[in-house]
Nanobody, 128 residues
Framework: QVELVESGGGLVQTGGSLRVSCAASGRTFSSNAMGWFRQAPGKERVFVAAVTTSAGSTYYADSVKGRFTISGDNAKNTVYLQMNSLKPEDTAIYYC?????????????????????WGQGTQVTVSS
């Protein structure tokens, strides 16, 4: 059984920073990419950022480019999302996702269907 556990969410003021983490565990867990998505109240879940575990290639949604940074620690099976210059519109539940190495479909970083495992989410609230 693979489990993704997010942590680090919370309340922050506009312009502030926050770092969320996602730790993956499971005896058979092996991932070639991990990503972050977010879902604001009443809206669909959308892509935020992703990173490939081998090449370390990163991908970002236009709305967070220059403000958010995704990074991974392969030894710890952990991915981080450093969020700076936060805005009220960044308020959402942030979900971690991981793609299994056994997934043979083409990889589209921003597509939710490209990931096989999901965390339960962590709330990030940015006050104005």
């Amino acid at each position: 059984q693979v489990e993704l556990v997010e942590s680090g969410g919370g309340l922050v003021q506009t312009g502030g920073s926050l770092r969320v983490s996602c730790a993956a565990s499971g005896r058979t867990f092996s991932s070639n990419a991990m990503g972050w998505f977010r879902q604001a109240p009443g809206k669909e879940r959308v892509f935020v950022a992703a990173v490939t575990t081998s090449a370390g290639s990163t991908y970002y949604a236009d709305s967070v480019k220059g403000r958010f940074t995704i990074s991974g620690d392969n030894a710890k099976n952990t991915v981080y999302l450093q969020m700076n210059s936060l805005k009220p519109e960044d308020t959402a539940i942030y979900y971690c996702a991981a793609r299994s190495t056994s997934n043979s479909r083409g990889y589209f970083p921003s597509a939710a269907w490209a990931y096989d495992y999901w965390g339960q989410g962590t709330q990030v609230t940015v006050s104005s």
